[in-house]
């Protein structure tokens, strides 16, 4: 035992001894190449036609922490490309940035404020119950294993792995970068401090890696250098000059609460996700019926009161029956700039009011709020509905997150509303529960506006009936035919009714939860390219 625990020291101090002349090697070579400024590469003297020039640039490394292997990888590509152009006598520059800008850093700082706020300073981390698990595990393994010391820095690891959400604190995270004094982490709740410490840290790494940079020519970007960003302003105005490229609106991921757009790398949850589209039906209220307490806001400029109903089939709406809404899900009523006053849920009025549907954007005032219950009943003029009159009626599956929680009901196409509207039909005791009257329902009966083989011209219903989905509650089953008549629907049924009557439904067709890393709900607004 003795002999193979000499045996091996001997090995790793010959090891040791290799590799310790090789780093002074490497550092001697390091020192000179700095010293004889051998990577600073000058503008060519052009009047010579020497135009032997090699170039070769990495995308700016982004500054929320130190660089990894991937990075090292990655820049290896660079290294050897630029190492080997230089060997054939060519005059090569390698440039190095350090990309600062977006909400990551910004929001990284908050939330290490926050962590003093909630766990003071230095912060104390609670353990949670699966994390003592862990822990008890970790010293089990402990008993065993002569490499006590190891696991110790494995036990402490893992007791403040994680937050209340699951999440790792954002201070381990410092930690893990290997900032291990408390102070030093605190100076990183400012974002500034980020720009000044990355940067200089990753430089010290890179030159320890030999990288063959010219760091005179290294910048930071955002407007902290003003070089960069007048340098990139011009870049847009060339290209705006040039006809490549215009100034206009798109639908984006929307922080209200940062005020900017919330791209992917900003966002703490909801990565991926992109805007959905909804067309929105306006279901008008009878004038005579609507709400008291809106009518106060009624005037002879007010262009009508509306249900507003997200819906993904606008081809379908010939077979509007009624309108659904939650009985339990609070709804808002606020004035549009175009569209009369829109009544869905507050998430959605959110999202509209950043998409150019108030007069000042992003700003509107609730009118009204309502239960959906309280809506109950209300007749309304469904758009290009073959029933002159629909009413307001309860569905329980409705979403509070989904389009405007306001959904128009097409029981000829669509399972959930079939099986809600025989629910209601079957159900006097529902009917009393929500003060309706049979009139309200027991004349709506599906109309025929798709023809879809097998299923002939009430997908919704034949496919309910055979699947023997009794109510709204068969979820599971209601998910089954949806999926089933869905896309059937779309490849390959036929429109009925209307203006694209005897066309493919294909050929006949032409609001989201994100939340970005600032724990905003974001929205989708119009915003300024
Ligand atoms: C009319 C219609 C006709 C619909 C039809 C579907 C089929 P997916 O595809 O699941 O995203 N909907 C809208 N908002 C809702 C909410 N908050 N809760 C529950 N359902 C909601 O479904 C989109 C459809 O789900 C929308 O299109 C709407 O019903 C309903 F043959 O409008 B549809």
Same mark, same amino acid.
């Given at each position: ?55 070769? &640039? ?33 005059? =090569? ?40 698990? !862990? ?7 402990? !008993? ?7 696991? *110790? ?53 890179? !030159? ?44 984006? +991921? ?7 757009? #919330? ?15 909804? &067309? ?18 009624? &005037? ?22 009624? =309108? ?40 509107? &005032? ?31 599956? +409705? ?33 009393? *529960? ?18 879809? !083989? ?9 496919? #309910? ?46 609001? =989201?939860?994100? +939340? ?14």
């Amino acid at each position: 035992m003795s002999h193979e625990t000499t045996g091996t020291t001997i090995i790793e101090e010959h090891l040791t001894v290799k590799l310790n002349i090789i780093r002074k090697i490497e550092k001697q070579m390091q020192e000179q190449w700095t010293a004889s400024k051998v990577f600073e590469a000058d503008v060519p003297d052009h009047s010579t036609n020497n135009y032997n020039t090699f170039f070769v &640039t990495f995308p700016y490394p982004y500054m929320n922490g130190r660089l990894h292997l991937g990075h090292a990888f990655s820049l290896s590509k660079c290294e050897f490309a630029v190492g080997y152009q230089r060997l054939r006598g060519k005059h =090569c520059l390698f440039p190095f940035g350090f990309h600062c800008t977006g909400m990551s850093i910004r929001a990284a700082a908050d939330k290490l404020k926050g962590e003093i706020e909630d766990l003071g300073f230095p912060p104390q981390f609670q353990m949670h119950a699966d994390e003592e698990v !862990e822990e008890k595990k970790v010293v089990i393994l402990n !008993e065993d294993e002569s490499s006590a010391i190891d696991n *110790k820095s494995k036990s402490k690891k893992s007791k403040a792995a994680a937050n209340s959400d699951g999440k790792q604190y954002q201070w381990e995270i410092m930690r893990s970068l290997g900032i291990e004094d408390d102070n030093e982490i605190r100076r990183f709740t400012d974002p500034q401090y980020w720009i000044s410490y990355f940067p200089l840290h990753i430089k010290r790494d890179l !030159e320890m890696m030999g990288l063959k940079v010219d760091w005179r020519r290294s910048f930071i970007t955002t407007d902290a250098n003003p070089f960069y960003d007048s340098f990139v302003r011009w870049q847009f105005h060339r290209l705006k000059e040039g006809g490549k490229i215009q100034f206009g609106k798109r639908y984006t +991921i929307y922080s209200p609460k940062d005020n900017q757009p #919330c791209m992917d790398h900003d966002r703490s949850s909801g990565e991926g996700v992109e805007p959905q589209g909804y &067309t929105l039906i306006k279901l008008r209220i009878h004038d005579d019926h609507i709400p008291a307490i809106l009518k106060t806001h009624v &005037t002879s400029s007010t262009n009508g009161v509306y249900l507003a109903a997200a819906t993904l089939r606008p081809e379908t709406m010939y077979g509007q029956t009624n =309108c659904w809404l939650h009985p339990d899900i609070l709804y808002v009523a606020f004035e549009t700039r175009l569209h009369g006053i829109l009544i869905c849920t507050r998430r959605a009025a959110q999202n509209m009011v950043y998409q150019e549907f108030t007069h000042i954007y992003g700003q509107y &005032t609730i009118l009204a709020e309502f239960l959906g219950s309280e809506l109950f009943g209300l007749p309304l003029y469904a758009p290009l509905s073959y029933y002159e009159t629909v009413y307001v009626l309860p569905m329980m599956t +409705i979403k509070e997150d989904k389009g405007t929680g306001v959904v128009t009901s097409v029981p000829s196409d669509s399972p959930d509303d079939y099986a809600a509207l025989m629910d209601i039909k079957n159900k006097p005791n529902l009917r009393e *529960k929500y003060h309706i009257k049979e009139s309200m329902v027991l004349p709506y009966d599906p109309v025929e506006i798709i023809e879809l !083989e097998p299923d002939g011209r009430l997908a919704a219903p034949t496919i #309910c009936n055979q699947m023997k989905i009794h109510s709204q509650n068969d979820r599971d089953k209601l998910l089954e035919a949806k999926e089933k008549i869905y896309t059937k629907s779309f490849y390959d049924g036929i429109l009925l009714v209307g203006k694209y009557a005897n066309t493919k439904v294909s050929d006949a067709k032409k609001t =989201c939860k994100v +939340i970005s890393r600032s724990n905003d709900e974001c929205v989708v607004a119009l915003v300024d390219q």
